[in-house]
């Protein structure tokens, strides 16, 4: 038998082809064990990834990869790396914990290999394999979340509240001032609620601990055609003064809340000063939410006018205007049973009158006309949806004079009983509000007066119209006190519609109409009033405004001489500090 003989170099070829072995066998653990690359058990990359400048041949090495300490045998490697193959049997899908660890780089009897599968022995697998990102430090939502939770709001409307959710059923806060009418207050306009502004122009206020107060200061020049509002024949037209002060305020609590709407001002006329004259209006409201359907309310209010020379109550020439006030206070109880809501609050409210000086310098005494009203009002509303909320309401009041007779010799104190019902509703976020309707009847104690029913209005809407433009609507009727011989009490009925118009962010253009009607019960004495207004508000930065109004007031009675009409101009500057 003939033996071949070696092919000469076959040394060469076999070192050659051991080499190549080598490397198709050698895993891609090896190479990350030498490598030593931190390990990230939170991410694994994916093969078809890439770093740019990484080595193609560097792997994660994560899945499937175990090593084979000196001694060990062929044998024992392949079970490992059967065994931590991510498709061995129940080790399916799970991430191996194994970490490759670094092998001697020469003279080791160490042996690696690599049995993560059939597709990891591919040259084209190691190619796309990458290193493993870097290790991430701390958590990816806490700077997202401190960038949210933690800044600082500076604007009132900005603050955080957190409150209960509790939703009682809202109650008027003015009576009709405790019985007494004043002209001036429903077709003056000085002292209205501020309109809506821009936030870019909105006031930031000042903190005082747990409160954001709102102060603000207006001075106003302007002209005046009749101050004193009397007829027309007799007027006495002026120069106008105008300086009008607010106050507004609102605590920061995380529950419950006090607030505050404080507004008042000064007319002086200096070519008239029999006409010079204040006026003012405010409330201040606690709310305490003594859980989630039990709430208190606790309000205080006041409103200060002056009675017109003109009116039936004062039949005499007066040489100034006599002051008249009410004040108040309210205190309730709101509980809420599932969509069911009831309220319960008692009422007090005080006027009175300031003794008026006569043209001649005698003294014209006022004080029988002082009273106290008290009252109990009871209102439930049943909650359709979060969109409207109808309810009843019943009033029961007793008006008791300070003196048992006035000066004409008759007895004045009555007893109310008013029926009314409504609803309160925010339909679509654009007209939100509440309307109510009823009946109002009274009774008094002397025989000579006769018992008056009338009916009541009451409502307050509010038309966002256009992102530039608003509507609100209002009225209020009820029966007030006279001390006109042989009538019972006056209806009155007030209503006001005003439009505001944002022509710019900064630039606001505002016109309004009022109307007023007092019929007194069993004499021929009627009054309509009306009132128009057109203001310009211009707002330089959230500190300074400049304002421009102007004013006509027109009321016409069936009483001789008491009927006027005025134009009233008026310029002046807002401080927001």
């Known amino acids: 038998m003939t033996r071949a003989a070696p092919n000469p170099g076959w040394q060469n070829r076999s070192l050659a082809g051991l080499a190549v072995t080598a490397a198709l066998v050698l895993s891609p653990g090896t190479l990350r064990a030498q490598t030593q690359f931190p390990f990230n058990p939170g991410r694994d990359a994916r093969p078809d990834e890439a770093i740019p400048g990484a080595n193609p041949f560097l792997s994660n090495g994560l899945r499937g990869n ?117 002209p001036g207050f429903f077709l003056g306009t000085a002292l209205r609620r501020p309109l809506s502004i821009d936030e870019a122009y909105a006031p930031l206020g000042i903190k005082v601990g747990t409160f954001t107060v709102l102060p603000a200061v207006q001075q106003s020049v302007g002209y005046d055609s009749n101050p004193d509002q009397i007829n027309n024949r007799f007027a006495k037209p002026s120069l106008a003064l105008r300086t009008d002060g607010e106050l507004l305020f609102r605590s920061d609590w995380s529950s419950s809340e006090l607030s505050g709407d404080l507004r008042g001002g000064y007319s002086d006329y200096p070519d008239n000063k029999g006409a010079s004259r204040p006026n003012g209006v405010g409330a201040t409201r606690l709310r305490v939410d003594v859980n989630r359907d039990t709430r208190i309310d606790v309000e205080g209010r006041f409103l200060f006018d002056t009675q017109r020379a003109g009116t039936p109550d004062l039949a005499a020439a007066v040489a100034s205007r006599p002051l008249v006030s009410t004040y108040g206070t309210t205190f309730g109880v709101t509980e809420r049973f599932n969509r069911l809501q009831v309220s319960v609050r008692g009422l007090f409210d005080r006027s009175e009158f300031e ?192 304002r421009g109004s102007y004013i006509y007031q027109r009321l016409d009675s069936s009483v001789s001489g008491s009927s006027f009409h005025a134009n009233t101009f008026l310029l002046g500057l807002r401080i927001n500090p």
């Open 66 to 182: 175990s090593f084979t300490a000196p001694g060990a045998t062929g044998t024992d490697a392949a079970r490992s790396g059967a065994s931590d193959s991510p498709t061995s049997g129940e080790n399916t899908g799970a991430r191996s914990p194994t970490r490759a660890l670094a092998g001697a780089r020469s003279g080791s009897a160490t042996v690696f290999s690599g049995t993560s599968g059939a597709n990891n022995r591919a040259p084209t697998n190691l190619l796309r394999q990458r290193a493993a990102p870097p290790r991430r430090l701390g958590s990816a939502t806490v700077r997202p979340t401190r960038a949210v939770t933690q800044t600082n709001a500076y604007d009132l409307r900005l603050t955080p509240v957190v409150r209960n959710p509790v939703v009682g059923v809202p109650l008027p806060t003015l009576l009709p001032a405790a019985g007494v009418q004043t």
């Open 355 to 546: 003794d008026a000086q006569l043209a001649g310098g005698a003294i014209l005494r006022q004080s029988d006309r002082n009273q106290n009203q008290f009252g109990v009002q009871l209102r439930a509303g049943y909650e359709i949806s979060p969109v409207i909320t109808p309810f009843v309401d019943v009033l029961a009041d007793n008006r008791i004079y300070d003196m048992r007779v006035d000066s004409t010799g008759i007895r004045r104190d009555s007893d109310g009983l008013t029926l009314s019902g409504g609803a309160t509703f925010a339909l679509a976020r654009f007209v939100t509000g509440e309307v109510s309707v009823g009946l109002q009847h009274r009774t008094y104690v002397d025989p000579s007066l006769r018992d008056l029913t009338a009916p009541v209005v009451n409502a307050a809407l509010t038309w966002i119209a256009s992102p530039l433009t608003t509507v609100r609507f209002s009225a209020l009727t009820g029966v007030t006190e006279t001390t006109v011989v042989g009538s019972s009490g006056v209806l009155t009925q007030s209503a006001t519609l005003e439009v505001q118009h944002d022509l710019l962010r900064n630039l606001s253009l505002i016109g309004g109409i009022s109307v007023l009607s007092n019929d007194y019960d069993r004499v021929t004495i009627n009054e309509r009033g009306f009132s128009a207004t057109a203001r310009l508000d211009y707002r330089f930065n959230r500190w300074l405004a400049m």
